[in-house]
């Protein structure tokens, strides 16, 4: 079993950024992909990044292309989303997942196993 735990949301204005950690309690992390997933009120959760278990390859969402950056340092089991130029649409909690594989696709939920608890951001235009 391996245990998520975020931090690093918080309120951000408009055009600002922050960076979300995403720490695990499995030395197995490095064996997992990791994704970055969000909900905003009344939305259902949807896909904004992901990486595969040595960071060699990424993934986004057409709304954070650009804008975000998802990374990872293995030797302290943790995962990263660097979010720049906020907007306001990006409101929401952020989730870090872990997935075994990518053979159901990176941006589908089913594809994860592990998830965190969430963290909240909010943009303030």
């Known amino acids: 079993q391996v245990q998520l735990v975020e931090s690093g949301g918080g309120l951000v204005q408009a055009g600002g950024s922050l960076r979300l950690s995403c720490t695990a309690s499995?030395?197995?992390?490095?064996?997992?992909?990791m994704g970055w997933f969000r909900q905003a009120p009344g939305k259902e959760r949807e896909f904004v990044a992901a990486?595969?278990?040595?960071?060699?390859?990424?993934y986004y969402a057409d709304a954070v292309k650009g804008r975000f950056t998802i990374s990872r340092d293995n030797a302290n089991n943790t995962v990263y989303l660097q979010t720049n130029s906020a907007k306001s649409e990006d409101t929401a909690v952020y989730y870090c997942?872990?997935?075994?594989?990518?053979?159901?696709?990176?941006?589908?939920?089913?594809?994860?196993?592990?998830w965190g608890q969430g963290t909240q951001v909010t943009v303030s235009s």
């Open positions: 499995d030395r197995t992390f490095s064996r997992y992909h």
């Open positions: 990486l595969t278990w040595n960071g060699d390859s990424t």
């Open positions: 997942a872990a997935a075994p594989s990518f053979r159901t696709g990176w941006g589908r939920e089913v594809s994860y196993r592990y």
